[in-house]
T-cell receptor, first 113, second 112 residues
C-alpha cells in the first residue's frame, strides 16, 4: 500500500529558531493533509494541500506541496513554546475498497525557551 | 471537537478478555476510522468505514473487530486482548475520504 515517509523523527530547537518537517511519497499524491498533536492530546487538522506547487500560510506556518505532488513540507518561522508537539502529514490511500487516510510517523518538535 | 467522543478514556483489562472501545460522532460523517498510536509507529490504521454497514481493513487489523450498524457509532472490539494491544486508540471521522479527519480524545488501553 501507499506510504508516506516523514523526516526528521525528532527536532529540538531553541525558541526563535526555524523548524521544517518533510513528507515524501514514492507515488503521486492526490492531496496532503497536515495535523498537529500536542503532548497528551489528539491530532488536530491544520491544513490540506491539493494543487501541484501549492503554498499556504497560517501565521508563522508555511505549507508547500511539491510540483510533482510527491512531497510536502511544513516550515515554522521563529518557533515558540506553543509550537511544541508532533506534526503529522497524511495522504489519501486508495488501498482497500474505499479511500482512507495514511499518516506519516510524525516529527516531534521540542522547543527550548 | 465535542462532535466526536470516545469512551472510556482509560481502560485496564486482562489478557484474554474481550473489550470494546466506543466511538460516537454527531456530524453524520460518512467515514469513520480507528487508529492506534504507539511510540515509533505514529498512527496506524486498524479499520475504517465509508458508511453504515461498510467496513474495511487497514494496516493492522488482526485481533480487532468492528461494526457500523448506525452512521454515528463505530465500536472497536478486541476479542481476546493481548499485551501487544496496549496502546492509545483514536477514533476519527470525516465527511468524505478527501475531507479532513476529526479525532476523538483517545482511549488509553492497558492490557495486563
Amino acid at each position: 500500500g501507499q506510504q508516506v515517509m516523514q523526516i526528521p523523527q525528532y527536532q529540538h530547537v531553541q525558541e526563535g529558531e526555524d523548524f521544517t518537517t518533510y513528507c515524501n511519497s514514492s507515488t503521486t499524491l492526490s492531496n496532503i493533509q497536515w495535523y498537529k498533536q500536542r503532548p497528551g492530546g489528539h491530532p488536530v487538522f491544520l491544513i490540506q494541500l491539493v494543487k501541484s506547487g501549492e503554498v499556504k500560510k497560517q501565521k508563522r506556518l508555511t505549507f508547500q506541496f511539491g510540483e510533482a505532488k510527491k512531497n510536502s513540507s511544513l516550515h515554522i518561522t521563529a518557533t515558540q513554546t506553543t509550537d511544541v508537539g508532533t506534526y503529522f502529514c497524511a495522504a489519501l490511500n486508495y488501498g482497500g475498497s474505499q479511500g482512507n487516510l495514511i499518516f506519516g510517523k510524525g516529527t516531534k518538535l521540542s522547543v527550548k525557551p | 471537537d465535542a462532535g466526536i467522543t470516545q469512551s472510556p478514556r482509560y481502560k485496564i483489562t486482562e489478557t484474554g478478555r474481550q473489550v470494546t472501545l466506543m466511538c460516537h460522532q454527531t456530524w453524520s460523517h460518512s467515514y469513520m476510522f480507528w487508529y492506534r498510536q504507539d511510540l515509533g509507529h505514529g498512527l496506524r490504521l486498524i479499520y475504517y468505514s465509508a458508511a453504515a454497514d461498510i467496513t474495511d481493513k487497514g494496516e493492522v487489523p488482526d485481533g480487532y473487530v468492528v461494526s457500523r450498524s448506525k452512521t454515528e457509532n463505530f465500536p472497536l472490539t478486541l476479542e481476546s486482548a493481548t499485551r501487544s494491544q496496549t496502546s492509545v486508540y483514536f477514533c476519527a471521522s470525516s465527511g468524505t475520504s478527501r475531507d479532513p479527519a476529526f479525532f476523538g480524545q483517545g482511549t488509553r488501553l492497558t492490557v495486563v
